[in-house]
């Protein structure tokens, strides 16, 4: 089992700056891939970055240049940068740990609000 629990989101205006951060409950050495997700109202959950812990990261094409994904190895934390920010980027993000094993198992943080908006 793996425990997840967001924080950083909240209200920026439109360019402005929020980190996320996400605490896990066991070593993220030992999970095969951390992500950030989001899922806007009306809209499919969506991909946002990942970071498998042989250190590739992805993106989605929508925040190329501007998110950038980090884990604190030692702090057993993901952090997601979101600089530039546009009012598309409202959406409740959420922490995903994928574990693979026989089969896939994913666990998810509850959420946290950003909302972009002048």
């Known amino acids: 089992q793996v425990q997840l629990v967001e924080s950083g989101g909240g209200l920026v205006q439109p360019g402005g700056s929020l980190r996320l951060s996400c605490a896990v409950s066991?070593?993220?050495?030992?999970?095969?891939?951390m992500g950030w997700y989001r899922q806007a109202p009306g809209k499919q959950r969506e991909s946002v970055a990942t970071?498998?812990?042989?250190?590739?990261?992805n993106y989605a094409d929508s925040v190329k240049g501007r998110f950038t994904i980090s884990r604190d190895n030692a702090k057993n934390t993901v952090f997601l940068q979101m600089n530039s920010l546009r009012p598309e980027d409202t959406a409740v993000y959420y922490c995903?740990?994928?574990?693979?094993?026989?089969?896939?198992?994913?666990?998810w943080g509850q959420g946290t609000q950003v909302t972009v908006s002048s």
């Open positions: 995903n740990a994928r574990v693979l094993r026989s089969t896939i198992y994913d666990y």
């Open positions: 970071s498998s812990s042989g250190g590739t990261t």
């Open positions: 066991r070593s993220i050495l030992t999970i095969n891939t």
